[in-house]
């Protein structure tokens, strides 16, 4: 229970050592277990705000859940009540998400979620998990992921449902889907994800080794569309927007639902399915284990 | 009817604003209504222009319906019988389609074949394009795109279902299913070819946001196979097709079809379903209505 | 008889014939018929030679059939014996696959292995094509191809079913599935394999014109994944496995599976039917004619 509730703040199934060293070596993850546990219970205290702009139809997400935005239950409940209200708002056109943690896009889908858990619990957050990308990647809205940090695991994820991805310039920050660096699997659905953006060898070779991308390497292999200056990627991402919200908008749609759907109904055919093989998976001795031993290790850097 | 005949001559379906522009303020589109309505009636005025060479056993296709070699009912079905006729004919094992029209291609699919039409025109006219490409894109020639002019739409689907495409390296031309920008959809055949071509991001990008790309971009994407200065796409599409019709014959045509029946199959299977969700689709009112301001805005820039 | 004799060393289903024709200027071929006659039947002298270390738990599966190891059905036989073995010993994690003949990787099927043979026989003989291909795909070790020399045809997809590619970067070694070249068809199972190693428009080019790349063409379209020096081939391979070793190995095996079990399913479903297809199309009167014409051509090169 102390180890975590330690742990709370950062345990983001990211992998991303360095990065959560990095942020810990700042100060930024020194939030107190009970400062943590008060906000789990505080629905008072969003975790995603959006400013929606009615001039031009361009919502802009931040995503703003101390320290790295961690896809908790909690978090992605409210990210998805978010997308669905805006996607039901025919005034809303666009959406750009971003982060307003610094140096994390968002570092992945939360390991406490997964980590001693019920069955019934992991099942259910998975649904969640399933219904964020379902939401984003099939939303009729134009979606501009703007990255100004790093984003691992269900970070990336995240990002490559979007129509099109603005990267931070920053070498520190990486992208990726590193999973497998845990212990754990991307489900086929990340899989295909990534293969519709990168290409079947590219994902065959980054998810057997759960490798992390700088931004000059994720431009090169497509997984990010362009790099700019960190100060300038929201900005970037509203001129992108522009010249997206300039195309004939009905047109836009049908493609991208021809483009994607093959890809959604592979998962909402399966959907029940594929919780029942998350839970059975993550509730093993031997992936508690891991996840265990990860959470450690996590803690021992902290201290 | 003024309208559509005062438009007749340059309606193509392209989106190629820069390009139709560029041919209007040439002159090369000032056609009267009258020619054209008689050019229309005359079938003693081939379209298309076939050369065969017996000693190489190669077929050069001239494309030569003025001004930009617009793909209409008439077009199709010549291109079709003409294609069709070398198929059949064993000492032709090779076929190079290029335009005799300057600076374009083809502009792609008129746009009056799709405006202000009968369902069944319609009909009529999209089973025409279906024969086009399902006649090229299973062809057991080796068929070879001499690109010689700038290439939209039904232009660049035409080059695609070639083996191999040389353009000629002007930055003025471009290349691309730019159907979005029309308020159009590219079907899901068209959409497989161009995956089958580029890639799935690639595709995702270039068709939600309807893009024309210049020869060096469409070369970089893999759109195009080789650049070369204007004047040489022609001999250059010779020489190329010397080194694939030295391929051992049955061996290539076999593995053609293994690379290709697939996308193939698709169409065939759905081809009625297909005709009529494009009736449907292009019938409608918001539609008609974006193709009859496509035209109006044609109109006032030849004005 | 005695054109099949003297062929027998080197009649590699491979249509590399610059390679062939060096190994020959170099005198590597010269083995007499007589002798190669007593190898065939002598199973004391091994094919493959395997050295396994247990400390790091890799082994390096040497292919030594001279002078080009070619894929006969006695050395493909051996091979995925091999396979096996190292598979079921749990201590094994890793592979290296690399040649102790000069100049060569492997030039491919044994051309005599399908000319002049019963159905019967050459069944048997794509049976074991079959076998090991599915082995080598679905392994759960790591597997690295060490390219120490030219890969065509059947050594080509034996180095894409590994999990990484290191090739000597030698401009007169190539690699690329050829196997049109020579008048015959790759199966769609070597078509599959090469599509999800470097995308469908490569590989439809590759398998049309039966293209055979330098090492750099390689790299630059993905078929290979590193080049080094040849000294370092070896040495890059084992540096290469410590760092996949080291990635957990169940979820990399999950990975793993996950993105090559659809192609796997493909054939596994469809195993007699693709046998009997070739079966049905090598036993045609005009291949074997193809095969004929190929090996005198190498006699004549011979001579």
């Known amino acids: 229970m102390t180890l975590r509730a330690a742990l709370r703040s950062k345990s983001a199934f990211s992998g991303l050592l360095s990065q959560l060293s990095s942020c810990s070596s700042h100060g930024r993850v020194c939030v107190s277990p009970v400062l943590v546990a008060q906000r789990r219970n505080n629905s008072t205290s969003p975790k995603i705000k959006v400013d929606f702009d009615q001039s031009t139809g361009v919502a802009v997400m931040h995503m703003q859940s101390p320290p790295v ?3 908790s239950l909690d978090f992605l409940t409210e990210l998805c009540i978010g997308v669905e209200k805006l996607e039901m708002d025919k005034s809303c056109r666009g959406l750009i998400i971003t982060s307003s943690q610094p140096k994390v896009f968002s570092a992945g889908l ?4 997964m980590y001693g858990k019920s069955p019934e619990s992991c099942g259910e957050f998975w649904k969640a998990v399933q219904e964020m990308w379902l939401k ?3 939303s009729n809205m134009v979606t501009i992921a703007a990255i100004n940090g ?3 695991a269900g970070g990336c994820l995240m990002s490559m449902t979007c129509d099109y991805r603005i990267m931070a310039d920053n070498p520190r920050y990486s992208i990726g889907l590193n999973e497998t660096q845990l212990g754990i699997v991307a489900p086929f659905w990340f ?4 293969l519709n953006t990168v290409g079947h060898r590219t994902t065959e ?3 057997e080794l759960g490798l992390l991308y700088n931004p000059s390497e994720a431009l090169k292999i497509g997984l990010v569309d362009k790099l700019v200056p960190e100060d300038q990627v929201l900005t970037t991402a509203a001129q992108t927007m522009t010249k997206w919200l300039a195309i004939p908008e009905h047109a836009r749609q049908i493609t991208k639902s021809m483009m994607r759907k093959p890809t959604i109904d592979k998962l909402t055919s399966n959907r029940e399915a594929d919780i029942q093989n998350f839970v059975k998976f993550i509730t093993k001795d031997s992936i508690q284990k891991s996840l265990r031993m990860y959470l450690e290790m996590l803690k021992k850097r902290k201290a």
Chains 1, 2, 3 share one sequence.
């Open 150 to 152: 790093s984003s691992p």
């Open 191 to 194: 899989k295909d994800t990534m």
């Open 69 to 71: 935005n961690s896809l």
């Open 110 to 113: 939360d390991i406490l979620e």
């Open 136 to 138: 984003l990647y099939s």
């Open 205 to 207: 070779l980054a998810l």
